[in-house]
């Protein structure tokens, strides 16, 4: 999944997106935005019981 942090212009009130592939998140400040990536990369590299099953 290719994750892309970027400032816009377009809605005011959410200054900054994330991008998810094709999937769009705004946000109000970079910080959320932030933090909302590290949450997301943190839970990608987490250990998932289903895939320990299927090895």
């Given at each position: 999944?290719?994750v892309?942090l970027?400032?816009?212009?377009?809605?005011p009130?959410r200054p900054?997106?994330v991008r998810l592939?094709?999937?769009?998140?705004?946000?109000?400040?970079?910080?959320?935005a932030?933090?909302f990536i590290d949450?997301?990369?943190?839970?990608?590299?987490?250990p998932?019981p289903?895939?320990?099953?299927?090895?």
């Amino acid at each position: 999944m290719k994750v892309v942090l970027e400032a816009t212009g377009k809605k005011p009130d959410r200054p900054w997106q994330v991008r998810l592939d094709q999937h769009v998140v705004g946000f109000r400040s970079e910080a959320e935005a932030r933090a909302f990536i590290d949450t997301l990369q943190a839970r990608i590299r987490a250990p998932h019981p289903l895939f320990r099953q299927a090895g």
